[in-house]
């Protein structure tokens, strides 16, 4: 099977145990938990079965071998995973408010997170995989996205695939040169896995319909719009298809949408038919919610195929 490859942030997630407002007082905690939009996708990946790898760096502490030893558990390679010992792993802490959005305080760009640069051991992750899937919250450092877009012109040469999830946070659009590293990755990118309104970040036109018609005009081989609770949708130059989420007991939604798209790519990159390949990551997206930590609800195929298994019956 082909080889996935991402790069991009490693960090802990220490989350409050109860919902409310901010920081502002003492309040129980709950962690360290591995996280990381590029680690929860190749964790996924891994659990799926799909040969994987990760490019990215962590602190010599605690939390970093906290999610170095998760990954490698679940059959990550980490052998581009590089270790700091004079900055902190990257962390996040997270408390969801009464209506479902969260209050985050982060230490990503002043981590180890933020050193991840090219070594020998980056330039053999690269030339090892076969498919780069690109997050849009990896692009916060110079250092990374010239890495990750000098990995996309290696792969293009050797005839690699590449996909890309903006998953970009509001603040992050303000970074010095991100605009244009998100466009030429949306120009590169053969798979896009944009969340709701992401869908209509590279492009002027006005309805769901054009935007897609566009980007598929642009060279993308497919668009995949997550939808949370409503489901997902698959388009192509031919196909069209949505498929409604599953009804599950929601405990936390932190990660789903990474597990959804871990699922989807792997499935696209084993030219699985479209509506398999959403069906698994639908469900794939589903269990993810169900259990606290960003990627404690990550899944194997056959407890994908047992929840798909129960809906059908």
Known sequence: MKKILTIGEILVEIMAVEPGLGFRAPIKLVGPFPSGAPAIFIDQAARFGQPCGIIGCVGKDDFGTVCVERLRRDGVDVSAIGEDPDRPTGSAFVRYRPDGTRDFVFNIRHSACALVAATQRTDAAIAACDHLHVMGTALFSDAIVELTLGAIRQLRRRGGTVSFDPNIRREMLELPGLRKALDFVAKEADLFLPSGPELFLF??????????????????????????????????????????????????????????????????????????????????????????????????QAEIEALIGRRST
């Open 203 to 300: 492009t002027d036109a006005g309805s769901e319909a054009d935007t897609v018609k566009a980007l598929l005009g642009r060279g993308m081989k497919a668009v995949v719009v997550k939808r949370g609770v409503q489901g997902a949708s698959y388009f192509d130059d031919r196909t069209e298809i949505s498929l409604p989420a599953h009804q599950v007991e929601e405990i936390d939604p932190t990660g789903a949408g990474d597990c959804f798209g871990a699922t989807f790519v792997s499935c696209w990159l084993r030219g699985m038919p479209p509506r398999q390949a959403l069906a698994y990551a639908n469900a794939a997206g589903a269990l993810a919610v169900c259990k606290k930590g960003p990627m404690e609800g990550t899944s194997t």
